[in-house]
């Protein structure tokens, strides 16, 4: 494996992930093993107490039953007990703690050999030296050189006080634990193995999605961008994020298809007149021709002319406002809508007039927006004149302006009297070079460029609005642009 391949495992998500899961088991592991030997360690210390505590019980009832401190039935069954209990080192101490009553009887020392009494104090054979005679009160358990002490005062006939001690040693505790430990460090060693093995498969299915996501990418070509990435179907991030990825990719697609489908038709479209303009010129240079063919001939090619300026200046303007649409508008200024409703009527009145077309506008409510004025008097302008294309003689077309100050919005609506608009044709109606059934026009002559109505939605998009459509057939349609109002506090 080569020095690359290497370092690239180690920087990857799949070997990150890993490691935090590795840690993150380990830690959590030692932390609960460490816990369970606390927990080991209390529980088998109570246990102790709890044995010591009935011990020590047990000898107090046993001489208070007696009645004689010195009897040697008792004693004998402490000792029998003691030599029973070698291996936890248990023991009983009985000292005399009033020295001015007499000590307890001599005569223990000679009928048990085995016992020790010392002045006041008698013991078994079990005490360890540092224990013996020792005057702590351990009125509560307590550990003392390795062993654990629990004392008790009890008044008896003929002394008045006597302090009963019961111990044993730890070592049985220290050896479980010391069993514990060596189970927690085999545990550890075995999941110091497991942990990072196993972080390292559940990291591989965790980022596979990623690692599929990545082959997809890099497969994708922008001549081919049919394949998607699967969707599992469990909900996580990851399936969204292969979802999001689906739906970028299916944009994109979209995106592109339109841009050839625009280039197509826009290479169409300027053919047609650069195919006129080439073949009025071939016929006026094939021949000699009067003055009055070459002025007729001149005329249609700029009449081409005239139309392919037309064609590429909205080029032109669609790509421009598509451009600021997908971004924001560059160096906007407030604008009067009610200045430019008026100026466009005032533009396309005498048209109007001509085709016995009632041109009006009402002002309801005055606005000021804030945008590109150039370009919103271009939306006013394809608006109305396409309103008026599709009037016929004796029709109206009606320009309202309104304004909302509860939804913040600028409402201009062109409402003709026209041929409407069909049902099937509405979806398509702002797709660029799209143009209706010809045979439903009133002008059949007049050839458009199938561009106006995309360049209007795109600058009022870019401007933050939207233009909407309603129409019926035979009773005509209506347009409707919607701007946010501009404030002045906006500034």
């Not at 830690?27 to 369970?36: E, H, P, Q, R, Y």
């Not at 023991?91 to 010392?118: C, M, W, Y």
């Not at 008698?122 to 002490?149: C, H, K, M």
């Not at 599992?232 to 944009?251: I, K, P």
Request: with cysteine.
């Amino acid at each position: 494996m080569s020095f690359e391949r290497i370092s690239s495992t180690f920087r990857s998500l799949r070997f990150r992930l890993m490691l935090l899961n590795a840690f993150v088991v380990l830690v959590a592991s030692m932390g609960t093993l460490i816990g369970l030997r606390a927990g080991m360690r209390i529980a088998l210390v109570n246990e102790l107490d709890q044995i010591l505590s009935e011990d020590l019980k047990e000898i107090e009832l046993a001489m208070l039953a007696a009645g004689d401190p010195g009897s040697s039935a008792l004693f004998e069954e402490l000792d029998r007990k003691a030599q029973g209990h070698v291996q936890h080192r248990w023991f009983a101490q009985i000292r005399n703690i009033d020295l001015g009553s007499k000590s307890l009887p001599p005569k223990l020392v000679t009928s048990h050999p085995e016992s020790n009494f010392v002045d006041h104090v008698w013991q078994n054979v079990n005490v360890p030296e540092e224990l013996e005679f020792e005057a702590s009160e351990a009125t509560t358990p307590v550990t003392l050189a390795g062993y654990r002490l629990l004392d008790r005062i009890v008044k008896l006939r003929g002394l008045s006080q006597v302090r009963i001690r019961v111990g044993a040693s730890m070592n049985l505790i220290d050896r479980d634990l010391t069993l514990i430990d060596r189970i927690i460090g085999i545990t550890f060693g075995v999941g110091l193995i497991i942990a990072p093995l196993g972080g390292y498969w559940l990291a591989g299915k965790a980022t596979r999605p990623l690692a599929t996501i990545i082959d997809t990418a890099d497969r994708l070509r922008p001549e081919e961008l049919s394949e998607r990435l699967p969707i599992r179907g469990t909900g996580d991030e990851l399936d969204h994020l292969s979802l999001t990825f689906n739906l970028l990719l299916d944009r994109i697609a979209k995106f592109l298809q339109q841009r050839r489908d625009f280039l197509a038709n826009a290479a169409h479209e300027l053919r047609t007149p650069l195919a006129a303009l080439r073949s009025t010129a071939e016929v006026a240079l094939r021949s000699q021709r009067s003055l009055s063919e070459y002025h007729d001939l001149l005329g249609t090619i700029v009449e081409e002319s005239e139309s392919l300026e037309i064609l590429v200046n909205q080029l032109l303007l669609l790509a421009e406002t598509e451009a600021y649409a997908q971004t924001q508008l560059l160096n906007p200024e407030p604008v009067e809508l009610e200045e430019l409703v008026e100026k466009a009527c005032d533009m396309f009145g005498g048209v109007a007039e001509s085709r016995d077309i009632r041109l009006s506008y009402k002002v309801i409510a005055s606005a000021t927006v804030k945008g590109n004025r150039q370009h919103l008097r271009q939306v006013m302008n394809n608006l109305i004149d396409n309103a008026i294309k599709f009037t016929p003689p004796g029709g109206s077309v009606t320009v309202k302006l309104t304004s909302n100050l509860v939804t913040n919005q600028a409402c201009v609506s062109i409402e003709d009297t026209g041929i409407g608009i069909a049902d099937d044709e509405k979806p398509r109606l702002f797709d660029r070079f799209y143009r209706g059934d010809r045979s439903r026009r009133r002008d059949s002559t007049t050839r458009g460029t199938g561009l106006g109505l995309s360049i209007c939605q795109a600058i009022v998009i870019g401007h933050g609005g939207a233009l909407d459509v309603s129409s019926q057939i035979g009773k005509g349609s209506r347009f409707l642009v919607s701007l946010p109002i501009y404030l002045a506090a906006e500034s």
